[in-house]
């Protein structure tokens, strides 16, 4: 009796004022694809490896939290040029998670450089880029790259 209620309370208060859900931030501005060689060579093991982005409980794919998620590899590294579908499982779920916090139009403010080092949402660590001038080095050549 108690939920009819409540949901009858709610009803009504919906029907009076505009309900609206919270939806979280808007995605960025222009969703790209950066380069998947670039992602393979130098991102993933220059940038998510020594910042511990998918270890356990951070981004990890099995237990992480946030938007991130980074998949345990479970092959080399894909080969320059091979096609994103004929990518393993593990890296192209990688890719695809990492880009969707990329700004190509504006790199420096994508998401996954300023989120993690404490200049966008909270990142509940704290900073943890450990070199900015590289993570923005990078972050700014990987969107460059065809």
């Known amino acids: 009796m108690r939920w009819a209620a409540l949901l009858l309370c709610t009803t009504a208060l919906c029907a009076t004022a505009a309900c609206t859900i919270a939806t979280g931030a808007p995605p960025d501005a222009a969703p790209c694809a950066p380069s998947r060689d670039f992602f393979v060579s130098d ?5 998510f490896v020594p910042n511990q982005c ?15 998620r980074l998949r345990t590899l479970q092959t080399p590294a894909p080969t320059p040029g ?4 004929a990518w393993d499982p593990s ?7 990492a880009i969707h916090l990329v700004r190509c139009d504006a790199p420096l403010e994508s998401r996954l450089l300023t989120v ?3 200049l966008g949402n909270l990142h ?8 900015r001038a ?13």
């Not at 991102?43 to 940038?47: G, K, Q, T």
């Not at 509940?124 to 070199?131: K, N």
């Not at 590289?134 to 065809?146: F, G, K, Y």
Request: glycine share 10%.
């Open 124 to 131: 509940p660590p704290g900073p943890v880029v450990l070199d």
């Open 91 to 97: 890296w192209r779920e990688t890719y695809l998670s």
């Open 82 to 85: 091979l096609p994103l579908e």
């Open 54 to 68: 998918g270890s356990s409980g951070c981004h990890s794919f099995d237990d992480g939290h946030g938007v991130l």
């Open 43 to 47: 991102i993933y093991p220059r940038y």
């Open 134 to 146: 590289t993570a923005a080095t990078l972050l700014e050549t990987w969107v460059a790259r065809p």
């Open 116 to 118: 993690p080092e404490g």
